[in-house]
Nanobody
Framework: VQLQASGGGLVQAGGSLRLSCVASGFSLRSYHMGWFRQAPGQEREFLGALRRSGGEPYYADSVKGRFTTSRDNAENTVYLQMNALKPEDSAVYFC????????????????WGHGTQVTVSS
């Protein structure tokens, strides 16, 4: 069982990145999928989540209107499109899978990817 996140990098403020998270060993369609980030010295922060049943995603206020998450069940992949990036968005970004509806809480996620670094320069 593995989640592999990719797509991070260095971008200027105002720019965009798209993160991908590919699952292997299990089907994403059976899980709620979440995105988190963690900056040095800070707690892991919830960004957004997709319910396994579909419907509108949930977003944290800090990224609402700038970040969009989606899934491609056929590719067993979830995406995080990040627009209008700010220096304070710099962090390691993680995807995670949960079967618990408390999608804002990291402790309820069962599988985690290793994370991908996003750095936004001013």
């Amino acid at each position: 069982v593995q989640l592999q996140a990719s797509g991070g990098g260095l971008v200027q403020a105002g720019g965009s990145l798209r993160l991908s998270c590919v699952a292997s060993g299990f089907s994403l369609r059976s899980y709620h999928m979440g995105w988190f980030r963690q900056a040095p010295g800070q707690e892991r922060e919830f960004l957004g989540a997709l319910r396994r049943s579909g419907g509108e995603p949930y977003y944290a206020d800090s990224v609402k209107g700038r970040f969009t998450t989606s899934r491609d069940n056929a590719e067993n992949t979830v995406y995080l499109q990040m627009n209008a990036l700010k220096p304070e968005d710099s962090a390691v970004y993680f995807c995670a899978a949960s079967q618990n509806v408390n999608w804002r809480t990291a402790e309820y996620y069962k599988f985690w990817g290793h994370g991908t670094q996003v750095t936004v320069s001013s």
